[in-house]
């Protein structure tokens, strides 16, 4: 078993998010629908497995959708290599969830390096293609980290502890390595800066939850707040930086990221505190001009009449908050318009959303 990063990502300690074992055609995935009650690896050897994981969110967060999907085609190859298969795998996991675009770059790179070859030499292809996806996630994420700090040693300077705000999960769950949002949180304590970090639950599925695990783990002190609560402290002044993770990206810097982001960014942009956006390059969907664009993917009823907790004797419970009658929205993702991005912090260093624009796709 190739159990990814474990080194170069010590605040995981004995954790891993998803491993590829090429010899035993399987992949082993942490399933986060049971965290952070329970710690639970899941093997998954098919397609539909693969797809079912990344659908029902035991995988989540954009990069881990995406290296998930680069696996699932190496998974689905196993069954058939033929052209048809291929083109079945890639539309099967393209459908799974819409707004992550990291999903369609995994899968683009997949088919790019597959279609050409002939369908005995994929096997193999695959697995190696998807591992390199894998990998590069956690070495671009370590920049993500890298360039973030720069920004929290500058708010450090002016003395005293740093107070981060984030929204939904965007550390190392949500990727192969480090995360998105909290690399640079991650950088700063290990570099001795003194931080906490306002952590907001991020109903209807609770991410919140899954960086406050994160966090604790690693040492790092936070509060967990209600979604409610941030406007408030932003207007008191107990926050002085927000890092969320992202989606999609749009051309012109519109950012879709998990529902709840976008209020955020307003309250800070009223209260005249910086709001960036951590996300690797692949991130940005150079096709949409604008957030309106973006798909903005609509959940089951059920994640907001239910809510899923432990119980006294530590087992994993979901209880009614609703009647199944009642009628609910769900929609997972908002927008927030680039005007209210401070900055974007990204493996080739920070950027406005100007200086995002006049990037070129290679780049
Ligand atoms: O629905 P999820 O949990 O997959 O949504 C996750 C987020 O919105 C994250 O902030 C985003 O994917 C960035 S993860 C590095």
Known sequence: MIALHQLQAPMQNAFHTIA?????????????????????????????????AIRSMQVRGAPLIGVTAAFGIALALEASADDAMLAHALATLRATRPTAVNLHWALDSMA?????????????????????????DARTNAEIGRHGLALLERLAATGGRVRVMTHCNAGWLATTAHGTALAPI??????????????????????????????ARAGVPHKVIADNGAGHLL?????????????????NGDTANKIGTYLKALAAFDCGVAF???????TIDWRAADGRAIPIEQRDAAEVRRITGSDEQGRVVE???????????????DVTPARLIQGFITERGCFTPEQLGRLTPSM
């Open 20 to 52: 590829g074992d090429a010899n035993a055609r399987r992949i082993s995935i942490l399933d986060q629908t049971l965290l952070p009650w329970q710690a639970v690896y899941r093997e998954l050897a098919s397609l539909d497995e693969a797809a079912h």
């Open 235 to 251: 207007m008191q002044g107990d926050v002085d930086l927000l890092i969320v993770g992202a989606d999609r990206i749009a051309a």
């Open 319 to 333: 209880v009614r908050l609703l009647p199944e009658s009642a009628a609910v929205g769900n929609p997972a993702f």
């Open 186 to 215: 991650y950088a700063a304590h290990a570099a001795g800066i003194e931080i906490e970090v306002w952590v907001s639950e991020t109903r209807p599925r609770n991410q919140g939850l899954l960086t406050a695990w994160e966090l």
């Open 112 to 136: 790019a390096v597959l279609r050409p070859c002939n369908p005995e030499a994929r096997r193999e292809l695959a697995w190696r293609e998807a591992q390199a996806i894998a990998d590069e």
């Open 276 to 282: 960036h956006v951590a996300a690797p390059l692949s």
